[in-house]
């Protein structure tokens, strides 16, 4: 059974930044894309970005392109998501999920999900 536990979430004032975590347990080898996702009240689940584990390549919306940065840590089954220069708009619920999918960028790509953790962006 694959869990994931996101961390990192909370308040931020606008052009901030906040780097979010996401430790993956029971993940085997084949699912091997890792991504993150965000979704706002009312607002449909979003891609932002995803890597794939094995070949470090990544792929990211182009809404957050050049702002936020997906990696790898060094502790096995644990990816970040590095946010700078957030704006209000993106108060959401962020999501990390895993798939089998190379670098899939909508949700029903994706098989398992964590709980989310709140970001909130004040003006």
């Known amino acids: 059974q694959v869990q994931l536990v996101e961390s990192g979430g909370g308040l931020v004032q606008a052009g901030g930044s906040l780097r979010l975590s996401c430790a993956a347990s029971g993940r085997a080898d084949y699912m091997d894309t890792m991504g993150w996702f965000r979704q706002a009240p009312g607002k449909e689940r979003e891609f932002l970005a995803a890597?794939?584990?094995?070949?470090?390549?990544?792929r990211y919306a182009d809404s957050v392109k050049g702002r936020f940065t997906i990696s790898r840590g060094n502790a096995k089954n644990t990816i970040y998501l590095q946010m700078d220069g957030l704006k209000p708009e993106e108060t959401a619920v962020y999501y990390c999920?895993?798939?089998?999918?190379?670098?899939?960028?909508?949700?029903?790509?994706?098989?398992?999900w964590g709980q989310g953790t709140q970001v909130t962006v004040s003006s």
């Open positions: 890597i794939s584990w094995s070949a470090g390549a990544t």
């Open positions: 999920a895993v798939g089998l999918r190379w670098l899939g960028g909508t949700p029903n790509e994706y098989d398992y």
